[in-house]
Nanobody, 125 residues
Framework: QVYLAESGGGSVQAGGSLRLSCATS????????LAWFRQAPGKEREGVAA???????SYADSVKGRFTISKDNVENTLYLQMNNLEPGDTAVYYC???????????????????WGQGTQVTVSS
């Protein structure tokens, strides 16, 4: 069963923090890689952070040092802790999962067939 549901979005001032959650089905959670993407109005969807089943993480340069991706193996939940938020972080944030392990770019959207519905994050200056 494929199930991904994001929560935790909202509005925050620049410099603030938010933690996004993505509740998943067991089937999704056990896929080789899970990730967070975002899409701002008029822009392409971009990879933010990814975590492999063995714990290896990848981050977009724009969020390194500010965002942290993590997993809860008991709750089958993926998290994105976002600190020191900037107006440029405003977007709809999506969690996603691959179906097969690959050596491709972990932050490339085409690698991911499973997607949640998204949660809005708005950062004001």
């Amino acid at each position: 069963q494929v199930y991904l549901a994001e929560s935790g979005g909202g509005s925050v001032q620049a410099g603030g923090s938010l933690r996004l959650s993505c509740a998943t089905s067991t089937y999704v959670y056990r896929q080789p890689r899970l990730a967070w993407f975002r899409q701002a109005p008029g822009k392409e969807r971009e990879g933010v952070a990814a975590v492999d089943s063995d714990g290896v993480t990848s981050y977009a340069d724009s969020v390194k040092g500010r965002f942290t991706i993590s997993k809860d193996n008991v709750e089958n939940t993926l998290y994105l802790q976002m600190n020191n938020l900037e107006p440029g972080d405003t977007a709809v944030y999506y969690c996603a999962a691959v179906k097969f392990r690959s050596s491709g770019d972990p932050l490339a959207a085409p690698e991911y067939p499973y997607w949640g519905q998204g949660t809005q994050v708005t950062v004001s200056s």
